[in-house]
């Protein structure tokens, strides 16, 4: 017979466990926008313990982002850094959205000068931009696109035109 008290405190252990490995994962920060981090943008999507090793589940913005590579070792990195065997899969079904930023994610663009993308990814106006992109500075939705291509593929630059200010856009995908 096994004593259930025992059961329960294995089980509370890997949980523990578990909640220590996502905590070392979802810290790290992306390295091309480092004031958010991996679980902020929703890429990290899962950490699972299988037989003592620490299986971080990521997902890229998009499958030719330049910093997919520097994201996953960083994140095996850290892993490794707090104790665990760790191993990355990369997970590219169902595609990663900008719906998975989360509410502080998108706070946290804001607050460093990216408006956040909207939280309509699969709408026809999402995908063709037909929206102003939101001033992160001033809060106006009267912005002008200036350029496809911000600092990085996944953003765009434009232009306030009530307060005037410049701004990259995190673009809706």
């Not at 294995?10 to 490995?21: F, M, N």
Request: with cysteine; aromatic share 6%; charged share 25%.
């Amino acid at each position: 017979m096994v004593d259930s008290s025992l059961s329960t405190q294995h089980k509370s252990g890997e949980e523990l466990t578990q909640a220590r490995a996502w905590a070392a994962a979802a810290a790290v920060p992306d390295p091309e926008i480092p004031v958010v981090t991996v679980a902020d943008l929703g890429i990290l999507r899962a950490v699972e313990l299988s037989d003592g090793v620490a299986v971080a589940k990521v997902s890229p913005t998009y499958t030719g982002c330049p910093a997919v590579l520097a994201i996953e070792m960083a994140i095996e990195a850290a892993l490794r850094e707090a104790g665990f065997d760790a191993r990355i899969e990369r997970v590219i079904a169902p595609a990663w959205s900008t719906d998975w930023i989360t509410d502080e994610g998108r706070e946290k663009l804001r607050a460093y000068g990216i408006a956040p993308p909207a939280k309509t990814s699969s709408s026809k106006r999402a995908l063709f931009d037909v929206e102003p992109a939101a001033c992160p500075r001033c809060n106006s939705q009267n912005s002008e696109r200036l350029s496809e291509f911000g600092a990085t593929p996944c953003k765009a630059m434009y232009r306030c035109l009530d307060c005037r200010e410049p701004f990259e856009a995190f673009k809706c995908l």
